[in-house]
């Protein structure tokens, strides 16, 4: 990235010269990721660099950006750089070792959102703790608990917590395997890529996203299956258990719950139309 230039260098360059090197390497969204780079950078949201956008960075704030671009243009996740990921409107604080939040998930929380007044609440796979923490800090639940094999996604999940000032129970476990209370409402977004399927991802995805939060098995099912069948025993009768799913995952995953005998199994879209969620209760 050519941006040694010992003349000053405005923002506005700033951008050129980071969005080019991004374009130029392949980076989608190249002309977002470097706005907000030069965003995080300055500590300056759009509407000031678009105003200020002819006078000089600081020699500190170049270092640091171009540091940035070239970090991104390796195909490092722009969250990563930055260290945040909004969701549900919350601010959610992301490393390597947490999925980032994504969009799609909002669907899934927003479903379950109406019906947690006063419920017992558990969410398994916790990854980031988005799931949990909008739950708790968005509805009413009389208790949220949230569990991760991984202890370094745990810790994220906590920050996350504080960070929100979320009421979380954290527990970490393999599953249910310390897990032995009952709840009113299993939610979870488990790791669901189908293995031949990962290699295909995007690089920031492939590469940079933990495999562990990713890797669904051989036909991508494996945790749906132990979820389904586990989750029988630690839900109250009458409680409900939702799932995020990849888009060509609704019918198996709706079968696996019919024949563990959960009712009333559903799916629902999300808003690019892709089957999205799949519920039902026991
Ligand atoms: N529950 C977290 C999320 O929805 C983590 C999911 C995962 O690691 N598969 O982002």
Same mark, same amino acid.
């Given at each position: 990235m050519e941006c040694n230039i010992s003349e000053p260098i405005t923002y506005q360059n700033l951008l050129q010269v980071g969005r080019s090197h991004l374009e130029k390497m392949n980076? #989608?969204? $190249? $002309? #977002?990721?470097? /706005?907000?780079?030069?965003?995080?950078?300055t500590g300056q949201n759009n509407g000031w660099l678009f105003l200020h956008g002819s006078e000089s960075a600081e020699q500190k704030e170049i270092a640091a950006y171009? !540091?940035?671009i070239k970090k991104r243009a390796r195909h490092i996740p722009l969250q990563h750089l930055t260290g945040v990921?909004?969701?549900m409107g919350l601010s959610f604080y992301v490393n390597e070792h947490v999925l980032v939040p994504r969009q799609d998930t909002e669907c899934l929380v927003e479903m379950v959102l109406p019906i947690t007044e006063n419920k017992k609440i558990? !969410?398994?796979?916790?990854?980031?703790?988005? *799931?949990? *923490?909008s739950l708790a800090v968005l509805g009413k639940a009389k208790e949220?608990?949230?569990?991760?094999l991984s202890d370094a996604a745990l810790e994220v999940a906590k920050k996350n917590a504080r960070i929100n000032r979320a009421d979380v129970k954290y527990v970490q476990s393999d599953l249910f395997e310390k897990i032995d209370d009952t709840y009113d409402i299993i939610v979870s977004n488990p790791p669901y890529i189908p293995q031949d399927v990962i290699e295909g991802l995007m690089e920031e995805v492939r590469e940079h996203e933990p495999r562990m939060a990713l890797d669904g098995g051989?036909?991508?099912?494996?945790?749906?299956?132990?979820? *389904?069948v586990e989750g029988v025993k630690h839900l109250n009768v009458g409680g409900w258990l939702f799932f995020?799913?990849?888009?060509?995952? $609704?019918? !198996?995953?709706?079968d696996l719950m019919r024949m563990s005998g959960y009712y009333?199994?559903?799916?629902?879209? !999300?808003? $690019?139309?892709?089957? /999205?969620?799949?519920?039902?209760?026991?």
């Amino acid at each position: 990235m050519e941006c040694n230039i010992s003349e000053p260098i405005t923002y506005q360059n700033l951008l050129q010269v980071g969005r080019s090197h991004l374009e130029k390497m392949n980076i #989608l969204d $190249a $002309a #977002l990721d470097s /706005r907000y780079l030069l965003e995080y950078v300055t500590g300056q949201n759009n509407g000031w660099l678009f105003l200020h956008g002819s006078e000089s960075a600081e020699q500190k704030e170049i270092a640091a950006y171009t !540091d940035l671009i070239k970090k991104r243009a390796r195909h490092i996740p722009l969250q990563h750089l930055t260290g945040v990921q909004e969701f549900m409107g919350l601010s959610f604080y992301v490393n390597e070792h947490v999925l980032v939040p994504r969009q799609d998930t909002e669907c899934l929380v927003e479903m379950v959102l109406p019906i947690t007044e006063n419920k017992k609440i558990l !969410d398994m796979c916790t990854g980031s703790g988005c *799931i949990a *923490i909008s739950l708790a800090v968005l509805g009413k639940a009389k208790e949220c608990t949230a569990v991760d094999l991984s202890d370094a996604a745990l810790e994220v999940a906590k920050k996350n917590a504080r960070i929100n000032r979320a009421d979380v129970k954290y527990v970490q476990s393999d599953l249910f395997e310390k897990i032995d209370d009952t709840y009113d409402i299993i939610v979870s977004n488990p790791p669901y890529i189908p293995q031949d399927v990962i290699e295909g991802l995007m690089e920031e995805v492939r590469e940079h996203e933990p495999r562990m939060a990713l890797d669904g098995g051989k036909d991508g099912l494996d945790f749906y299956r132990s979820i *389904i069948v586990e989750g029988v025993k630690h839900l109250n009768v009458g409680g409900w258990l939702f799932f995020e799913i990849g888009c060509e995952q $609704a019918k !198996d995953v709706m079968d696996l719950m019919r024949m563990s005998g959960y009712y009333e199994v559903n799916c629902q879209k !999300d808003y $690019a139309g892709n089957d /999205r969620v799949v519920y039902g209760h026991r």
